[in-house]
């Protein structure tokens, strides 16, 4: 069966410092990746999606940026956070057509 | 571009108080409406896709609807472990476009 592993779960970061969020899938071959970022009291919002091997979409522009080094890996990136960066992160997997599901998500904490 | 606008924000029910939420959307190319579920601090669970008008699925005490322009979540009889935040996304090309999600909270 299809498993996603995302880390760290939860992390502090100053101001100014940088950023990396790790999600890799087990299970399954070429997905489509996603990144999405959730305020607090606000919906999902899409950040990155990949369809494939350096492949990246980017739906916001911002500081943040995603790669995907190998198949099932794919990360986020920041060199320098932001105080609104703070938020809880997740990671997402599909197949292609079918069912997007999630990880567990990484709460960051920018101070 | 799309929009999904769910509703209420907020509901309250006693339990074995049946209520349904809802989820309308505006998409040129529908590949799929999605509910979800999330609980605190957690990354959303799936719980249904719904394709094609009038297409209807169950879960438990969960049913899922289908029209061209809403959907809708029912729950029959719901216990306090249904309390959660529903999510209803819809999915035009790769990616899902979420709405900001239903709080439902149910009172023993």
């Known amino acids: 069966s299809q498993t996603i592993h995302q880390w760290p779960a939860t992390l502090v970061q100053p101001v100014g410092s940088p950023l990396s969020l790790e999600c890799t899938v087990e299970?399954?071959?070429?997905?489509?990746l996603y990144w999405y970022r959730q305020a607090a009291g606000r919906g999902l919002q899409l950040l990155f999606y990949?369809?494939?091997?350096?492949?990246i979409s980017s739906e916001v522009p911002q500081n943040l940026s995603a790669s995907r080094p190998q198949d099932r890996q794919f990360i986020l990136s920041s060199k320098k956070l932001l105080l609104s960066d703070s938020g809880f992160y997740l990671c997402a997997w599909t197949a292609v057509g079918n069912t997007i599901y999630f990880g567990e998500g990484s709460w960051l904490t920018v101070v | 571009e799309d929009q999904v606008t769910q509703s209420p924000e907020a509901l309250r029910l006693q339990e074995g108080e049946s209520s349904s939420l809802n989820c309308s959307y505006t998409v040129s190319g529908l590949r799929g409406l999605f509910w979800y579920r999330q609980d605190p601090g957690k990354g959303p669970e799936f719980l249904f896709t719904?394709?094609?008008a009038g297409e209807e699925k169950e879960k438990e005490r969960l049913k899922a609807t289908l029209t061209k322009k809403e959907s809708f979540l029912h729950i029959t009889a719901p216990k306090p472990e249904d309390s959660a935040t529903y999510l209803c996304?819809?999915?035009?090309?790769?990616?899902?476009?979420f709405g900001t999600g239903t709080r439902l909270t149910i009172i023993p």
């Open positions: 299970g399954t071959s070429n997905p489509n």
């Open positions: 990949s369809v494939g091997i350096g492949q």
């Open positions: 719904l394709y094609s």
């Open positions: 996304a819809v999915r035009e090309n790769e990616k899902l476009t």
